[in-house]
């Protein structure tokens, strides 16, 4: 029998893959920017969002999306204000999600609904759920696309990239809304509690197999992709969380290539 034979699962190979290919393209910024942690910060103001949703009786994803953007525009407000200390930022907006999120979902009447975004649900999506992470994904890419360049020279310097006439207000505004709102649908389907993993750790794994952005890039896709599958077919033969199981999947790849590296090296 195939697993692709039920409906939840075809759906959850689509959102998964479209989120392993889009994940890697905003992840490789924020890490060139020296901003890893910022999908630590996002996720849990998504689930203060989720308890807010669920209190005022709305779609939760919705107020994941809201409170993602508020969250990710206000760490933005606060790296310019202090620009040396710009991680302090990210610190003090998670505090703030974590804060908010503890007080609301103590007033969540069904906290099974909370808890499923905790680790995600990827095989319980909707389809009007996956129409969303379709929408943002062809957002990512697209804008990927257009303004693949002034990334590239965003992240690894903003000041170089503002005096060789990159709108870097503008990009960072437009970069800032589309993390949020991938965190935000991310949060739904491999939870709050993984999603920073899935932005960062394909990067690392991507640092170790190119040189350049573009095949760093690339290779870390090839990881996000290829992992996703090997974690939903895992989860359903095996029975376990497939969140946490492609995760896993990414660190083992990461510590399998950091071997490896160091065993060539050595022999050079």
């Known amino acids: 029998m195939s697993i692709l034979q039920y409906g939840f699962m075809q759906r ?3 959102v998964g893959i479209l989120l392993a290919m889009i994940t890697p393209c905003i992840g490789i910024t924020i890490v060139l920017k020296r901003m ?3 999908g630590d910060a996002l996720s849990h103001a998504s689930l203060a969002g989720v308890a807010l949703g669920l209190l005022l009786g709305i779609n939760p994803v919705l107020g994941a999306g809201a409170t993602c953007i508020v969250a990710a525009l206000g760490i933005e407000a606060i ?3 202090i620009p040396r200390y710009s991680e302090m930022a990210i610190s003090v907006v998670m505090s703030a999600g ?3 999120a ?3 979902s103590g007033f969540v009447q069904n906290s099974a609904n909370f808890n499923s975004f905790l680790f995600g649900s990827i095989v319980s999506i909707s389809t009007g759920e996956m129409a969303g992470v379709c929408i943002i994904s062809v957002a990512v890419l697209v804008t990927l696309m257009l303004f693949y360049r002034e990334l590239f020279y965003m992240g690894f310097d903003e000041n170089a990239a503002r005096i060789s006439g ?4 503008q990009i960072n505004f437009m970069f800032t809304i589309l993390t949020a709102l991938t965190v935000s649908v991310a949060s739904r389907t491999v939870g709050a509690l993984i999603v920073s993993s899935m932005l960062v750790v394909p990067i690392a794994c991507g640092m170790q197999m190119g040189k350049s952005y573009k095949n760093t890039l690339i290779g870390a896709i090839c990881v996000a992709v290829l992992t996703t599958i090997a974690g ?3 989860s359903y033969y095996v029975g376990i969380k497939p969140g946490g199981t492609i995760v896993l999947l990414e660190v083992v790849i990461f510590l399998i ?3 490896f590296k160091t065993i060539i090296r050595k022999g050079h």
């Not at 990159?166 to 207000?169: I, K």
């Open 36 to 38: 890893s942690m910022i």
């Open 98 to 100: 974590i804060g908010l």
């Open 79 to 81: 790296r310019k204000k």
């Open 166 to 169: 990159v709108p870097v207000r």
């Open 232 to 234: 939903l077919v895992l």
């Open 12 to 14: 959850a190979f689509i």
């Open 102 to 104: 503890g007080v609301l």
């Open 257 to 259: 290539l950091v071997i």
